[in-house]
């Protein structure tokens, strides 16, 4: 890095971090105003991620400050287009679940809004990728050393090119949890998660901290459908992953994997031709990507360790690990919301990516040959993991500051009427006092009838 880059990402380091000391005098004053009997029940952020290496707060720190920067990065061209095949046939009897919703369409790039280095054939090293994973079957003989992971290739005419960022994730009213239900029924390891071997307990940790990242993204960007107006909802997070601390712990796990697979990967990243033929935003692109690998390898450069975790891993189970989450991949073909299904492939394909660099011999030679519609996939899919670990505290806040707004509108109801019916009291009592002292000089029915009768003697 050229001394003045690394004055520039100093500078900006500097500027994070006191970003981050604001938000927490100003969330140190919300405490104190709202009352610690309110704001008591946040997630604690104790202890190792189970199958990690890394502390929960450690992990979350990092990410306060590696967030902000790979938010930035997913909007810049090169990394916020990516290309996908949305005519894939569903290859599995899940049933017919229409989507309805204008919200589940997405809108495709034309050809002219791609780079043309884009659209020019590019060499790979494999030669004749096979899109099939049935051909494990027929090629069990292949030895450890000639064994290739193989995620999924839009290599044809079929793939389309999507701007992530003018289709953004967020709810459309497409409820998939029949498709859930088919991923972990046919893509995870059956029985009891303590019984399990760790390398068999990983694969199912890692998709379901998929599933709560995506629950989480679609808590955060939840669009009402009748009003078309978007916002934060925190009751259906807490319904689907604040009120299941297990689920929040998950997914810091595939925080870890995919920051360690970032981490490894950090050569051949670096080395990457980063070319979007638009200058500025492909050096401010280039000068992201190198804050968030040097901040990546000073911060934690262990917080998943591969070869303690993968070292009794045998060769059926890694082909398992590939034939998994290929079959994911498959299965997000029978969404019906075009929208679900894209950011559905394009996250299970970043967690192959990732998966593909921890399960290579050499990382970081084998990282400088990814295609860059793996890169784009491995980094927007750890952006959408970083923006669920962001979201976890938000959400736990606003549902305080409701709860210590309703409080505060009972309150001053409830003042409100206490003092209405003092005011009543006080006006009823002086209008009392007024009448009394009307009929006080006026005389009695015993005077009226004496002074009568005395009339009548005379």
Not at 174 to 183: A, F, K, S
Not at 399 to 411: C, D, E, P, S, V
Request: with cysteine.
């Amino acid at each position: 890095m050229k001394p003045e880059q690394e004055n520039q990402f100093k500078d900006e380091l500097s500027q994070l971090r006191e970003e981050k000391a604001k938000r927490r005098q100003k969330r140190e004053w919300e405490i104190k105003i709202m009352g610690k009997c309110i704001l008591e029940k946040q997630f604690q952020y104790e202890g190792i991620v189970e199958d990690s290496c890394q502390d929960l707060k450690i992990l979350k720190n990092i990410n306060d400050q590696i967030f902000p920067l790979l938010d930035e990065l997913t909007f810049k061209k090169y990394f916020k287009i990516f290309r996908v095949n949305l005519e894939n046939d569903c290859p599995f009897g899940i049933g017919e679940y229409i989507c309805t919703s204008k919200k589940c369409v997405i809108c495709t790039c034309n050809q002219s809004e791609i780079p043309s280095n884009w659209l020019s054939p590019q060499s790979w090293p494999i030669n004749n990728p096979k899109d099939d994973f049935a051909f494990w079957d027929s090629e069990r003989f292949l030895q450890p050393s000639e064994w290739i992971w193989h995620v999924e290739d839009v290599e044809n005419d079929k793939g389309v090119y999507v701007d992530l960022k003018l289709n953004p994730e967020a709810f459309t009213g497409y409820q998939g949890q029949h498709i859930w239900d088919v991923i972990y029924r046919e893509n995870c390891y059956q029985g009891s998660m303590v019984e399990m071997c760790k390398e068999k307990r990983a694969l199912n940790k890692l998709i379901s901290g998929l599933h709560t990242s995506i629950s989480t993204q679609l808590s955060e960007f939840y669009v009402d459908l009748k009003t078309n107006r978007t916002y934060p909802n925190y009751s259906l997070y807490f319904q689907r992953v604040g009120n299941h601390p297990e689920r929040i712990k998950n997914l810091f796990f595939l925080y870890s994997v995919l920051f360690r697979a970032i981490i490894l990967a950090t050569p051949g990243i670096q080395s990457f031709d980063i070319n979007s033929l638009s200058f500025e935003d492909d050096l401010r692109s280039k000068q992201l990507l190198n804050q968030i690998l040097s901040l990546s390898n000073s911060q934690c450069s262990r917080p998943f360790d591969e070869q303690q975790f993968f070292k009794q891993i045998t060769f059926e189970q890694k082909k398992d690990y590939q034939r998994y989450i290929h079959n994911i991949s498959r299965i997000m073909d029978c969404v019906e919301c075009q929208k679900c299904k894209v950011f559905g492939k394009m996250q299970t394909y970043g967690l192959g990516t990732a998966l593909k660099i921890l399960f290579s011999e050499s990382p970081s030679e084998f990282s400088g040959r990814l295609k860059r519609n793996e890169l784009v996939a491995l980094i927007n899919t750890f952006g959408k993991v970083s923006s669920s670990v962001n979201s976890i505290d938000l959400m736990y806040e606003r549902r305080a500051k409701y709860h210590f707004n309703l409080i505060f509108t009972i309150g001053i109801i409830g003042g409100v009427l206490i003092l209405f019916m003092i005011i009543m009291r006080i006006l009823y009592k002086e209008m009392d006092q007024k009448i009394q002292k009307m009929f006080l000089g006026m005389p009695s029915e015993d005077n009226r009838s004496n002074v009568g009768s005395k009339k009548k003697r005379d």
